[in-house]
């Protein structure tokens, strides 16, 4: 079988089946393509790949009638560990769903290979914008996902919780991060909408996960949601339908940098404290000039902005007083963006309480994190700390 005249470069086929018939189309058209593949035999053992490799593969091809949840998660999978920069590939369907699944003809190692080799060479896709009625109809559609990112005691390495992390797969846009929903949901006054569905989908994916037992769900919510006066008791309720304490989830304040109503605000905190959260000012750094003010007010915690673990000075000096305030009024400070060793020993030095960052894991759905968290916990185990 002849190679293409001038195949890129940097093509990796990831292939997920352990059909023999799919195997030999794939490794047939990787041969066409003059490209690596990898064969996995089960959606399990595509994530493992995924979580613990640098993530090289361009093109991830799987059957088509895998069940929506294995399908669901190795898409989220292939577009958090690769940053978008690979594609899923259905064999078997006639239609794509999203410029983040393409459907092939399966069996055919000729078509498979010429869809991936002009899928490379295609012009990327223009930056995606959704408007209000695409993000209504996207709650209304259930296209909500999260994504689950461990947050690690900062001595032991311990888990000791995980934030929540909202995407949106849009069957036209693809599979969508806040910055391209978020700013239209608050807006639109659907942030309470958004927020709420993405709760209730992270309580469902968690529930039963052995690695949870014990642990907190950190959840983002913008500034409107927060100061809804009903928010507190409608998220009791909803932690009670899932059996988690209230007490083990954490509110992650969303900011702006413009300075908010600060009565409004400290009234907001404590009717969220009364309620029996825990509240967490976010990204508090640079983009957030009134973090004194806030420090003030009934939080429990602060999370470092992660430009705050970059080596520079100024990062630095933002870091070491950020947390000196923070712990001078007992609260819990967490550090992300932590994505080398180096950025690790910094926060360790500076007391910080807890870790979150790409070092560790990246955000990934909660099949891919329950195979982490067992894999985590064999090292740990074993005198693993960083």
């Known amino acids: 079988m002849s190679a293409f005249p001038s195949p890129p470069a940097d093509i990796r086929l990831l292939l997920v089946s352990a059909d023999p018939r799919l195997i030999e189309a794939g490794r047939m058209a990787a041969s066409r393509l003059v490209a690596p593949i990898d064969v996995m035999p089960t959606v399990d053992a595509a994530l493992a790949w995924l979580l613990h490799r640098t993530p090289d593969c361009t093109h991830v091809l799987v059957p088509a009638n895998l069940p929506p949840g294995e399908l669901d998660a190795l898409a989220g999978m292939v577009a958090e560990v690769t940053e978008g920069t690979a594609t899923l590939f259905l064999l078997g369907t006639a239609h794509g769903d999203g410029r983040s699944v393409v459907g092939v003809e399966p069996f055919d190692a000729a078509a498979i290979a010429w869809a991936v080799h002009d899928h490379r060479n295609a012009a990327p896709p223009d930056p995606p914008t959704l408007d209000a009625a695409g993000l209504r109809a996207a709650l209304h559609d259930g296209r909500l996902r999260v994504r689950f990112q461990p947050v690690l005691e900062a001595r032991s390495l311990r888990l000791i919780g995980v934030e929540a992390l909202s995407r949106l797969h849009h069957p036209r846009l693809g ?37 949870m037992q014990g642990r907190s769900v950190a ?18 309720e909803m932690c009670a339908i899932a059996s988690l304490p209230p007490e083990r989830a954490v509110v992650e304040l969303v900011e702006t940098a413009d300075p908010p ?112 968290a067992e894999a985590w916990q064999s090292l740990i185990g074993n005198g693993y700390a960083a």
Request: aromatic share 8%; with cysteine; net charge positive.
């Open 175 to 211: 599979i969508l991060r806040p910055a391209a929903f978020m700013a239209q949901a608050i807006a639109t006054g659907q942030d309470r909408t958004l927020s709420s569905v993405a709760a209730a989908r992270a309580m469902m994916d968690l529930r039963g996960r052995p690695f």
């Open 219 to 236: 959840f983002n919510m913008p500034m409107p949601a927060f100061l809804n006066e009903t928010a507190p008791l409608r998220a009791r």
């Open 261 to 372: 109503d600060f009565r409004a605000l400290s009234a907001a905190a404590t009717r969220w404290r009364e309620a029996g959260f825990n509240l967490t000012i976010d990204d508090a750094g640079p983009r957030l000039p009134h973090w004194r003010e806030l420090l003030d007010l009934p939080f429990t915690g602060v999370k470092l902005d992660g430009s705050l673990a970059q080596p520079a000075a100024d990062a630095m000096k933002m870091a070491r007083d950020i947390v000196a305030e923070a712990k001078r009024r007992g609260m819990f400070v967490v550090a992300e963006g932590i994505e080398d060793q180096a950025a690790l020993e910094r926060m360790r030095g500076l007391g910080v309480d807890a870790l979150q960052g790409f070092l560790f894991c990246r955000p990934v759905p909660a099949r891919a994190l329950q195979i982490w």
